[in-house]
């Protein structure tokens, strides 16, 4: 990585991904915080969870940006490897604690019975877990080693398909499970999380397309809307969806608009078969 050279503009825009990253999660942490208490208390914990994921990952942020700065010095207008290398593992460090808490988290969104929900839970954590895994080790030699980062790169994708092909049934199925409006809306989580967690492999496999300082700009510029995707506007969207389910719950403070918006909460419709949902 330090032997990289890196344009002062090349330089300042990476740093900037980070302090925006770091800013957009401190956004969603007060934003989940303030939200908490107008969901119900039994789909709460739901909301709970992305002040928690806000926490870790403002957190790696702040650690990614001073790497960052630590890596690089300008000398005479000229960006230099400090000799510290640049690292970028600590994303991966990060995800695999938030990616089973987000994968959790959106078990909160549906009505699934009890067994139902312990069984989907590991199979989830399981895959996400052996994912980000395959990753780390695959990233160890980005740059260098292409083989290596394509045969992980490829191990990992497959516990990825795994949970993809059993989370987003469930997201696009809420839409018939649930009340109405909060259906529409786990609709469009499917599609954040599809569009969010399908840039992280395409991120991945830039240093094997160019080991560039192109590549650093790309890879990291990807990751970056990758995270503020996946975590800061999957957990409005999930808050969202709680909050309506709570508000159909007859749950009071869920029914004040929440958008600023002057006049009477909307009407939410009753869930449509409780029974049916439990399926
Ligand atoms: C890797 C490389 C191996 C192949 C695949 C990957 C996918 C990673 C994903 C990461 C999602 C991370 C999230 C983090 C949130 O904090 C590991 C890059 C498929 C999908 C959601």
Redesign the pocket.
Known sequence: MDALALTPVQHALVGHFFALALGAHLVGLVYFLANAPRVAPRYRVGTVLSVA?MVA?GYLFARLGASWDEAFTQVDGRVVGTGKPFDGGLR?V??LV??PV?LVQSLYAFDLARDRVLRLRTVLMASGVL??L???V?QLRAGTDDAWLLG??A???VP?VVLLVVLLPLLRGARTTLPPSAGTTAGHLAWVVLL???L??V??LVPAVSASATGVVVAQGLFTA??VG??VLYGILLAKVLRLRSAADGYGPAREPADGAVGPAPEHEPYPDRQEAQR
Do not use: C, H, Q
Request: aromatic fraction near 26%.
């Open positions: 994921v990952s991966y990060n995800w938030t990616v987000l994912m980000v395959a990753g780390y695959g992980w790169g191990a990992g994708t990825f969010s967690w399908g992280y492999p991120a991945y990758a995270d996946s975590k």
